[in-house]
Nanobody, 114 residues
Framework: QVQFVESGGGLVKPGGSLRLSCVASGSFKSIWTMAWYRQAPDKRELVATIRADRTTSYADSVKGRFTNSRDNGKKEVYLEMNDLKPEDPAVYYC?????????WGQGTQVTVSS
């Protein structure tokens, strides 16, 4: 059994930055592809993925602004978010790629407002 706990969300102004962290507990496997999803009131989106070899991919909506990284030794995954926009607010979740949303953790809230 593995659980993921996200942190680092908060309120920022447009153009601001946040760094989300996700720590795994239990039987985390460094070979897993990890994913960040976000859930807004009317939309769920796959934001970024990072493979075991640290190859990353991003949704077009965040490409060039978000950076996904991982530290397998610490069982942690990070999402550096820069130039936050009014369309970025959501609850952000990290999980093993392919995990259904009903098995996600609590997530961390990101709010962008002036």
């Amino acid at each position: 059994q593995v659980q993921f706990v996200e942190s680092g969300g908060g309120l920022v102004k447009p153009g601001g930055s946040l760094r989300l962290s996700c720590v795994a507990s239990g039987s985390f496997k460094s070979i897993w592809t990890m994913a960040w999803y976000r859930q807004a009131p009317d939309k769920r989106e796959l934001v970024a993925t990072i493979r075991a070899d640290r190859t990353t991919s991003y949704a077009d909506s965040v490409k060039g602004r978000f950076t996904n990284s991982r530290d397998n030794g610490k069982k942690e995954v990070y999402l550096e978010m820069n130039d936050l926009k009014p369309e970025d607010p959501a609850v952000y979740y990290c999980t093993k790629m392919g995990t259904g949303h009903d098995a996600w953790g609590q997530g961390t809230q990101v709010t962008v407002s002036s």
